[in-house]
C-alpha cells in the first residue's frame, strides 16, 4: 500500500510543480513524467508485493521465486539473443525492434520453459507446482518479450538508441529490467487471482 501512497503523492508533486513552472507544455509534460513513475515505480514494484505473498509458506521460499524471476527473464533474453543472432530469418516487429526474429523469440519462449521445468523437478524449490512453473514460463516467455519490445518502441518514439550510457555496449540500465517490467505485475496478479 505504500507504493500506491508514493504514486498518489508523486502525482500530486509533478502537477504542483508544472503548474508553478513556466514550461511551453505543462500538460505534455506532467504526462511524460506521471507515466515514467507509473512504468517504473508501479510495474517494479509489484516485486515487493510477490515478496511479500504468502504464496509458499517460507518466506526464504518467496524470496528464492523472485530471484527466479529475474533468472527466467535473463535466460529468455539471452536464449532469443543468441538463437536469433544464428538462425532468426523473420523478423518479430520490425518497425519496433528491426534484429529480433520469431526464431529468438520462440528460442527464448522454449528456454524459459526448460528451466523452469528443471527448477520444478529440481529440490531447490519443491513448493513449486506444475501450475505454477507453466503459468510463469507463459508470463516470462510471452510477456517478459513484449515489456522488452515495448520499451524498444518507447525509446523510439523519443529518438534515442539508450535508456542512459551507465552501462555501455547494453542500452542503458531500463534495457537489463524492460521485461521484468511487464512480468512483476502479471505475476503479482496471478498470485492474488490464485492463478499460481
Given at each position: 500500500?505504500i507504493?500506491?501512497?508514493?504514486?498518489?503523492?508523486?502525482?500530486?508533486?509533478?502537477?504542483?510543480?508544472?503548474?508553478?513552472?513556466?514550461?511551453?507544455?505543462?500538460?505534455?509534460?506532467?504526462?511524460?513524467?506521471?507515466?515514467?513513475?507509473?512504468?517504473?515505480?508501479?510495474?517494479l514494484?509489484?516485486?515487493?508485493?510477490?515478496?511479500?505473498?504468502?504464496?509458499?509458506?517460507?518466506?526464504?521460499t518467496?524470496?528464492?521465486?523472485v530471484?527466479?524471476?529475474?533468472?527466467?527473464?535473463?535466460?529468455?533474453?539471452?536464449?532469443?539473443?543468441?538463437?536469433?543472432?544464428?538462425?532468426?530469418?523473420?523478423?518479430?516487429?520490425?518497425?519496433v525492434?528491426?534484429?529480433?526474429s520469431?526464431?529468438?523469440?520462440?528460442?527464448?519462449?522454449?528456454?524459459?520453459?526448460?528451466?523452469?521445468?528443471?527448477?520444478?523437478?529440481?529440490?531447490?524449490l519443491?513448493?513449486?507446482?506444475?501450475?505454477?512453473?507453466?503459468?510463469?514460463?507463459?508470463?516470462?516467455?510471452?510477456?517478459?518479450?513484449?515489456?522488452?519490445?515495448?520499451?524498444?518502441?518507447?525509446?523510439?518514439?523519443?529518438?534515442?538508441?539508450?535508456?542512459?550510457?551507465?552501462?555501455?555496449?547494453?542500452?542503458?540500465?531500463?534495457?537489463?529490467?524492460?521485461?521484468?517490467?511487464?512480468?512483476?505485475?502479471?505475476?503479482?496478479?496471478?498470485?492474488?487471482?490464485?492463478?499460481?
Open positions: 500500500h507504493i500506491v501512497g508514493l504514486l498518489l503523492l508523486s502525482g500530486i508533486v509533478v502537477l504542483l510543480l508544472e503548474m508553478l513552472a513556466t514550461t511551453e507544455r505543462p500538460l505534455e509534460n506532467a504526462a511524460i513524467t506521471l507515466f515514467g513513475i507509473v512504468y517504473i515505480g508501479l510495474f514494484g509489484a516485486l515487493l508485493g510477490i515478496r511479500e505473498s504468502s504464496l509458499f509458506p517460507e518466506y526464504n518467496t524470496g528464492l521465486f530471484i527466479l524471476m529475474f533468472v527466467g527473464v535473463w535466460v529468455c533474453d539471452t536464449v532469443a539473443y543468441f538463437w536469433g543472432t544464428k538462425f532468426g530469418k523473420h523478423r518479430l516487429f520490425e518497425k525492434s528491426p534484429k529480433k520469431v526464431e529468438g523469440a520462440i528460442a527464448g519462449l522454449i528456454g524459459t520453459i526448460a528451466l523452469l521445468l528443471g527448477i520444478h523437478v529440481s529440490p531447490l519443491p513448493e513449486m507446482t506444475l501450475q505454477m512453473t507453466i503459468v510463469m514460463s507463459l508470463i516470462i516467455g510471452i510477456f517478459g518479450q513484449l515489456g522488452d519490445l515495448a520499451e524498444s518502441w518507447l525509446k523510439r518514439t523519443v529518438n534515442i538508441k539508450d535508456s542512459s550510457s551507465l552501462i555501455p555496449g547494453h542500452g542503458g540500465v531500463l534495457d537489463r529490467f524492460d521485461s521484468l517490467l511487464f512480468v512483476a505485475p502479471l505475476v503479482y496478479l496471478s498470485i492474488e487471482t490464485n492463478l499460481i
